[in-house]
């Protein structure tokens, strides 16, 4: 039996690729990234349970994300999370992130900053969001919430 810390957290996240598709070189490499920062550090939970750790398999369906979740030892539970509520939010975030990036060749470092400044508070936001929705069915921490929206950015999912 794990102890109870070690139980509130993924061990293990997967990507469904029949529905997800493969990338690019450059995004299956963001992804590989956004997984290892999820499983190195995070806080995730199936409320009112205490059978993990858990494998968390991630697919998108007809617009929505589906989150297959395995404990280590429980019945597997699957949570379907509608992206059209993140639409703004998503288009907004990869915008700041393009102008950022196009920014760091030719602007000062004052409008570095703000830009930067901009990009990490639509992350806040959208993960906010992420960790409302998922809120009564999946236990997540502010950081752990954080690096699923990077995992979803990530996929680069059509919402």
């Known amino acids: 039996m794990s102890a109870p810390g070690e139980r509130r957290r993924l ?17 299956e490499h963001e992804r590989a990234i956004a997984i290892y920062d999820l499983v190195q550090e ?11 750790p858990y494998k968390l398999r991630v697919a998108a369906q007809e617009g929505k994300l589906v989150l297959d979740i395995e404990p280590l030892a429980g019945p597997s539970v699957s949570h379907v999370l509608p992206l059209a509520s993140f639409r703004t939010l998503l288009k907004d975030y990869l915008l700041i992130c393009d102008s950022y990036y196009a920014a760091i060749r030719t602007a000062t ?15 806040d936001e959208a ?6 929705r ?5 236990a997540v921490d502010k950081e752990t919430a954080r690096r699923l929206f990077t ?3 990530a996929l680069h999912i059509k919402v």
């Open 11 to 27: 061990i293990d996240v997967a990507l469904d690729e029949a529905t997800l598709g493969r990338g690019s070189p450059d995004q």
């Open 42 to 52: 995070n806080s995730f939970a199936l409320p009112d349970r205490d059978d993990g």
């Open 109 to 123: 470092p004052t409008q570095i900053e703000a830009l930067d400044r901009a990009r990490r508070n639509a992350h």
């Open 127 to 132: 993960s906010a969001l992420l960790a409302d």
């Open 134 to 138: 998922l809120a009564g069915k999946i």
């Open 151 to 153: 995992l979803i950015v």
